[in-house]
């Protein structure tokens, strides 16, 4: 989460200076700049992620050192899904902080014919996100522990997307379907790639 943080911050430095060095009445302008933030920012949480796979990666290897056994009582496995988590989770309380600040007024959402959904389509599209986080994290660490760099590039390939097609709102069929849709395989590719199979759901959900 802190890593997440990390990036967010220097992401929303980037983007202060450029709208303060832009003009703020030039409409095409300030549309890119956004574009280019939004990309930006999403870059920059993949380094971050990179830069924390090897951070953690020099803590297993501390503490193999330490141990008796030479084994590290955390598998990288474990770590990856830790750290999805702590990217997921912080990235969805900042968006809500962002939905209760827009609840809080002076306006209505649904006035001069805006969209009734929008709480409830960002509600759902934090959700996907908190999700995808930590089937990304998942995919990105196996990605670097086995130098399979088109996982990575899948990752921040599937980034990318998700976070682009929140410009088709308030259309918000076409941010939230495909959103799903790769979520969805995220998952099953994640889950394959944990050690899971077609048995092990089956006997899961039969309770055996």
Known sequence: AFFWLVSLLLSSLIWFIAVKASDPHDEPLQKGLLIFGVMFSVLLQEAFRFLYYKLLRKAIEGLVALSEDGCSPISI?????????????????????????????????????????????????????????????????????????????????????????????????????????????AAVWAYLLSGGSAQNLRRFLLCK
Do not use: K
């Open 77 to 185: 496995q474990q770590m990856a899904y830790v750290a999805g988590v702590g990217f997921g989770l912080m990235s969805g309380a900042f968006s809500m902080i962002n939905l209760l600040a827009d609840a809080l007024g002076p306006g209505t959402v649904g006035i001069h014919g805006d969209s009734q959904l929008y709480f409830l389509t960002s509600a759902f599209m934090t959700m996907v996100l908190i999700f995808l986080h930590t089937f990304w994290g998942i995919l990105f660490f196996h990605g670097c522990e086995n130098r399979r760099w088109w996982e990575i590039a899948a990752v921040i390939v599937m980034h990318l997307a998700v976070s682009g097609s929140t410009f088709c709102n308030p259309l918000y069929v076409g941010s939230l379907v495909p959103s799903y849709l790769l979520m969805a395989a």
